[in-house]
Every structure is written in structure tokens, then in C-alpha cells.
Nanobody, 122 residues
Framework: QVQLVESGGGLVEAGGSLRVSCAAS????????MGWFRQAPGKEREFVAA????????DYADSVKGRFTISRDNAKNMVFLQMNSLKPSDTAVYYC???????????????WGQGTQVTVSS
């Protein structure tokens, strides 16, 4: 059974930093692309960042380029999202996703975590 468990969300002031993590189990992690998506209240879920299996390719939404960094540790079956220079508009539930079916930035991932709340105060 595939499980994705996010952690590290919380409340931070604007301009601050936060790192969210995702622990994966039940899959061959090193063979699977991983992504982060987010959903703010009243809005659709949107792509944030993704990383390929070999770590050689990453992709970011324009809104987070230069501020967020995605990384993965294949030995620990974990993926991370380092978020710097946070803005109130980054407030959302952040979801980890595994096994993209239509490209890394497309939300058609096979597996999803339960999400972790990130709140940025102004």
C-alpha cells in the first residue's frame, strides 16, 4: 500500500522560510517522479514544483521560481520543498504527489498525501 505523509507545515511570517517534507512508502521511490501541489481556500489545486527520478530535472510554477527549491533523498524515500521569502499568497494546504501519469506539472499523479497546512501571516 502506497503512503505519502507530509510534515513540516505551520505558521510563519511573511519573508520567512519553511521546509515541508514527504515520506513515501510502498513504492519503488527512486523510479518515480515526485511533485508538490497546493490548494488555497476557494481555489483549485495548483502545481508548485516537481522533480524527476534522477534529480537532474526540476520544474517550478512561475509564482515560486527563485523562492522554492524541491529536492529528494532516494536513500530515505523522501522529498522536500524548501520555501523561502514566503508571502501571504503562499498560504495553502501543500500536497505531496507521486507517480505522474501525464507529465510532472500535470495533477494526474497516481498517489497523494493528506496535505500539510502552510500559513503565512502578513
Amino acid at each position: 500500500q502506497v503512503q505519502l505523509v507530509e510534515s513540516g507545515g505551520g505558521l510563519v511570517e511573511a519573508g520567512g522560510s519553511l521546509r515541508v517534507s514527504c515520506a513515501a512508502s510502498g513504492l519503488t521511490f527512486s523510479n518515480i517522479g515526485m511533485g508538490w501541489f497546493r490548494q488555497a481556500p476557494g481555489k483549485e489545486r495548483e502545481f508548485v514544483a516537481a522533480i524527476s527520478t534522477s534529480v537532474t530535472y526540476t520544474d517550478y510554477a512561475d509564482s515560486v521560481k527563485g523562492r522554492f527549491t524541491i529536492s529528494r533523498d532516494n536513500a530515505k524515500n523522501m522529498v522536500f520543498l524548501q520555501m523561502n521569502s514566503l508571502k501571504p499568497s503562499d498560504t495553502a494546504v501543500y500536497y505531496c504527489a507521486a507517480d505522474p501519469r501525464r507529465g510532472l506539472a500535470n495533477p494526474s499523479y497516481a498517489y497523494w498525501g493528506q496535505g500539510t497546512q502552510v500559513t503565512v501571516s502578513s
